[in-house]
T-cell receptor, first 116, second 115 residues
Framework: AQSVSQHNHHVILSEAASLELGCNYS??????LFWYVQYPGQHLQLLLK??????LVKGIKGFEAEFIKSKFSFNLRKPSVQWSDTAEYFC??????????????FGRGTQLTVWP | GAGVSQSPSNKVTEKGKDVELRCDPI?????LYWYRQSLGQGLEFLIY????????KSGLPSDRFSAERTGGSVSTLTIQRTQQEDSAVYLC?????????????FGPGTRLLVL
């Protein structure tokens, strides 16, 4: 079965600091990778995803993530965080090409707190 | 509708009672998923419906849990004889065709508390 590990449970940063949240997955085949974000009191929403092609993926609000196949990683980055980025971030994976299974395997989430 | 809706938003029940949670997916989406978000467990897959295919029930934690999807649209998740460990936020998501790589759109969730 696939599994996803997020290394940081809680990250605290000051505004303008750079952010990198780690995500590793275990699955030998082709995968699709996602970062979802849950702002306080809001739904889970997609931040970005990797499906194929360029391993550097850009998402909303200045976030990006890099898929490194050899390391089974999909780390999330942002060069300069804002107070409004305070949220919980979830990495997720599902099976790749050829599969009709859409179920997502989620990491346990990283709570990001940004101080103004 | 514009997004995935779920009802009720909050549910408090007594241990041993049955509960029903409802999900209304985005119009036209053929794939529907239920997940559970609980403290210490993160987000866990429960069940997946895709069109008229048999659902993938592999994530249901026990036979007290069941779900159905009527008319390819609305889904109901039923928990029988609720236990305190069932307390969690139950999330529903939908996507266009259920293919891997598709974005899943999540509803606001139903927060269930079993006393």
């Amino acid at each position: 079965a696939q599994s996803v590990s997020q290394h940081n449970h809680h990250v605290i940063l000051s505004e303008a600091a750079s952010l990198e949240l780690g995500c590793n997955y275990s699955y030998g085949g082709t995968v699709n990778l996602f970062w979802y974000v849950q702002y306080p009191g809001q739904h889970l929403q997609l931040l970005l995803k990797y499906f194929s092609g360029d391993p550097l993926v850009k998402g909303i609000k200045g976030f990006e993530a890099e898929f490194i196949k050899s390391k089974f990683s999909f780390n999330l980055r942002k060069p300069s965080v804002q107070w409004s980025d305070t949220a919980e971030y979830f990495c997720a994976v599902n099976a790749g090409r050829g599969s009709t299974l859409g179920r997502l395997y989620f990491g346990r989430g990283t709570q990001l707190t940004v101080w103004p | 509708g514009a997004g995935v809706s779920q009802s009720p938003s909050n549910k408090v029940t007594e241990k041993g009672k049955d509960v029903e949670l409802r999900c209304d997916p985005i119009s036209g989406h053929t794939a529907l998923y239920w997940y559970r978000q609980s403290l210490g467990q993160g987000l866990e897959f429960l069940i997946y419906f895709q069109g008229n295919s048999a659902p993938d029930k592999s994530g249901l934690p026990s036979d007290r849990f069941s779900a159905e999807r009527t008319g390819g649209s609305v889904s109901t998740l039923t928990i029988q004889r609720t236990q305190q460990e069932d307390s969690a936020v139950y999330l529903c998501a939908s996507s266009g065709r259920g293919a891997s790589g598709e974005t899943q759109y999540f509803g606001p969730g139903t927060r269930l508390l079993v006393l």
